[in-house]
């Protein structure tokens, strides 16, 4: 009797139990709030904070001292008049261009050719990859010293050939000297990519085409290009939102003097070395904005060609 | 016989008492005289990177065993200094209880510091007067440079006054001289006036195979070598246009000596656009790099015998331009002078103590300890940067027979133009606006632009002057207007 009735309760306490807060976590119904509401946190403290608190500025005069001063939309009216900005966001978007197109020309036809097996592959690749593992910021100032007109290495070299001296930081030419250090930093990313994008073709397609008769050009422009365009995209998308904010290859070599300044060093000279937090906050947002819209068109672009290779 | 003994060996111990009686009074503030500090928190202070704090820090160590007062101490490159201090400042964290400071930065955080004479009297056993009597030896130009409308914020500890290097050994070499008096009917000597130094940069401008002091050169020659990249070159451009008597913008008074405001003068107008005219002039006398050029590029051109004259240049990097000289051509010379018009750009990193510190007595005490005589000695000698107390300047040490050149005649070129210059320093605008900092800042970027045709004279000055009234409303309670 005694151990029929202390059952009895023991069912009913199971029963009426509350589940541990381990459990609930640990439930179907609530493990991937679990997982996610850490990283929700930190994104809430580290982004959604931030950005907030940029686009409030955004619409006020302050420099960090008294109280910021509300003035509507001044700032961004000032924005789109400021001749400054407006040459940093034409420089920007065309070492954009120039950047993006040369690295994937460069890692496209390094990838075609590395996709192959050849005696000291790995030496080759791993050497490669140094530049992405060098610091930006010690790359632009060896640069500087390299290109610089009287005792840099790339004119001695020239010296050398019997050809004239070059002077890479004229302003005519920085802003491409720039473009030449970013790319050289950046070609081997958009390589590595496309190489393994390349190794994981399906073999049979290629195969079929070769016994159809199908010339390199057309298997290339019918077959390779298409397949690898996801990757393709993906490079383009990140490259250009790391582009849109090149800070480093500046600070280094021409600190946006000679006709070299962009989006991104003008952002900084406002915001934290005049420390006009308002304006500076204002061309913060427009940045991120001309990011996120940039980003968006590709990504329509690359999901379009994820479907086109599937 | 007896007395004479007598006599003679008074007078020898009344001698001896005169002579330590007179040590003493010589003896300079130091690590002993700071008295028992009962605040023990620790304090936190930011330094440049480089070898000149290597050095000191191993001082600030023996600070910390003789007071039980830990020094946190953060290294960054001296161009990130302002944004991170700024920052904490006005924040009010209280997170830097030293402050490094670049003089013209001074009054713009003039309400974040604390008044050094205020913590002299709270701590000082000798009260103000002994903390005056210890800075008497700084130069008054650095001093007035460290101070915010009359009150001594910060403490120099190291220089960059600028001066004019000139190679020495060309300008006394009989056949130059022959060839520029036949040229242009003066004798050669360190330019005084804007034409002088044009005629002698374009004399010196020459091309491989041509002759220096009677020898072939194997390079090409340029008169000039300058800073005109967008970092350095408004310190040249503010050396020409002190040296015109003009500034960014004039400091009018009150008659009781306060701030009434700031006008840009037509006449501060014209002279700005007169120097960027004359500077621009002179760059076609100077290596094509001089568009992005630094200090270290333009004491390197000069160093390696590239370049004659550099009109401007931080006086600090004489000894080592001068050293690089003697490697490269060993019968080279250089000689340091005034530069045109005889005002250049001042300044020093200086220290200061925040308001918001947790610890004002320490930080205090550690801004005296580094602006010491032994300290600053061992800034010197060991860290090679040039000091801002002029006692030390015009120590024997530095003016032996081996060391006079290349070291003591910058000492004594510091020790002269600091006394020349003094009486103009209370009237330069940069260290009478709160705003200083970030025009100073402005002014590379905007300055740089016309000498990389990316704007006119015309519109550079516009540009300068928009800006600056700009920045100025912003930051400082100064009223100013363009004239």
């Known amino acids: ?310 | 016989m007896r007395y004479r003994g007598i006599v003679i060996g008074s007078l020898v111990v009344v001698l001896l008492l005169v002579c330590s009686f007179a040590v003493l009074a010589q003896e300079k503030f130091g690590l002993k005289d700071i008295p028992e500090i009962k605040n023990k928190k620790p304090i936190n202070m930011i330094v440049e990177t480089g070898a000149a704090w290597d050095k000191v820090i191993e001082y600030i160590k023996q600070f910390e065993t003789a007071t039980g007062v830990k020094v946190n101490i953060e290294r960054v490159a001296s161009p990130v200094v302002y944004s991170k201090e700024n920052v904490e400042l006005m924040a009010g964290t209280g997170y830097y209880d030293v402050v490094y400071v670049e003089t013209s930065w001074t009054c713009e955080w003039s309400d974040y510091l604390w008044d050094l004479e205020e913590l002299a009297a709270q701590y000082d056993p000798k009260g103000v007067e002994g903390f005056r009597e210890d800075i008497h030896n700084i130069s008054p130009v650095l001093l007035r440079c460290g101070q915010a409308y009359g009150k001594q914020m910060v403490l120099p500890f190291y220089t960059y006054h600028m001066g004019m290097f000139i190679r020495e050994d060309v300008y006394n070499d009989p056949t130059e001289q022959a060839a520029f008096k036949a040229k242009y009917g003066y004798d050669l000597k360190p330019p005084t006036t804007y034409k002088e130094l044009y005629d002698q940069a374009e004399f010196f401008t020459r091309k491989k195979g041509d002759l220096l002091k009677g020898k072939t050169l194997d390079h090409d020659l340029y008169g000039v070598a300058m800073m005109a990249g967008a970092y350095q070159i408004n310190d040249e451009i503010t050396s020409w246009i002190w040296g015109m008597g003009g500034d960014y913008a004039t400091v009018v008074k009150n008659p009781d000596g306060t701030i009434k405001e700031f006008v840009i003068t037509k006449k501060d107008k014209d002279i700005l656009k007169q120097a960027l005219t004359q500077y621009k002039a002179l760059l076609k006398f100077a290596p094509a790099g001089c568009l992005t050029a630094n200090f270290d590029f333009a004491c390197a051109q000069q160093g390696e015998g590239f370049a004659i004259i550099q009109p401007h240049q931080f006086a600090s990097l004489f000894t080592w331009t001068a050293d690089l000289l003697k490697q490269k051509v060993p019968d080279g010379r250089l000689g340091i002078y005034p530069t045109v018009g005889g005002q250049p750009y001042t300044g020093a990193w200086s220290l200061g103590v925040a308001k918001a510190t947790k610890n004002p007595e320490a930080a205090y005490w550690l801004v005296r300890y580094i602006a010491s005589y032994d300290c600053q000695k061992v800034l010197m000698k060991e860290g090679g940067q040039f000091s801002a107390r002029m006692d030390l300047l015009l120590d024997p040490e530095f003016h032996s027979p081996e060391v006079e050149y290349p070291l003591g005649i910058v000492c004594s070129y510091l020790v002269d133009i600091w006394q020349k210059q003094a009486p103009y320093v209370d009237n330069y605008w940069y260290f009478n606006t709160r705003a200083g900092g970030k025009v100073y800042e402005m002014q590379m970027n905007v300055l740089h632009k016309p000498m990389a045709e990316e704007v006119t004279i015309d519109e550079c000055v516009e540009e300068l002057v928009a800006k600056t009234i700009e920045l100025t409303s912003k930051f400082d309670t100064v009223p100013i207007r363009e004239e």
């Open chain 1, 1 to 310: 009797m005694q151990t029929e009735a202390l059952s009895e309760v023991q069912v009913e306490s199971t029963v009426a139990r509350k589940p541990a807060i381990w459990e609930t976590l640990t439930s179907e119904k609530y493990f991937k709030w679990t997982l996610l509401i850490p990283l929700l946190i930190v994104l809430a403290i580290f982004m959604v904070y931030p950005l907030l608190y940029c686009a409030y500025y955004s619409f006020h005069q302050w420099g960090m001292r008294g109280e910021a001063i509300y003035i509507g939309a001044q700032n961004y009216r000032q924005l789109l008049n400021d001749k400054a900005f407006l040459e940093a966001l034409y420089r920007t978007l065309k070492v954009l261009v120039i950047c993006v197109s040369c690295e994937l020309l460069i890692g496209l036809g390094l990838a075609l050719l590395w996709s192959r097996e050849f005696p000291g592959e790995n030496i080759v690749r791993g050497l490669a990859l140094l530049p992405l593992l060098v610091a930006p910021l010690i790359l632009s100032l060896l640069w500087n010293f390299m290109f610089e007109f009287d005792f840099g290495a790339v004119n001695l070299v020239l010296q050398a050939l019997g050809l004239n001296k070059v002077y890479w930081w004229s302003p005519e030419r920085a802003l491409y000297t720039i473009c030449f250090i970013t790319i050289w930093q950046w070609f081997p990313f958009s390589t590595f990519v496309l190489v393994a994008g390349l190794r994981s073709l399906p073999r049979d397609v290629f195969e079929a085409a070769k016994v159809d008769g199908a010339s390199p050009w057309y298997t290339f422009r019918r077959l390779t290009l298409p397949m690898l365009s996801p990757l393709i995209m993906i490079i383009v998308v990140l490259r250009t939102m790391w582009l849109i904010r090149l800070f480093d290859p500046l600070y280094g070599t021409t600190r946006g003097g000679v006709q070299t300044e962009l989006l991104d060093w003008i952002v900084y000279r406002t915001a934290f070395v005049y420390f006009d937090i308002g304006y500076g906050s204002t061309m913060a947002i427009f940045s991120l904005v001309l990011t996120i819209a940039v980003c968006a068109v590709m990504f329509k672009i690359l999901m379009r060609a994820l479907e086109g290779a599937r």
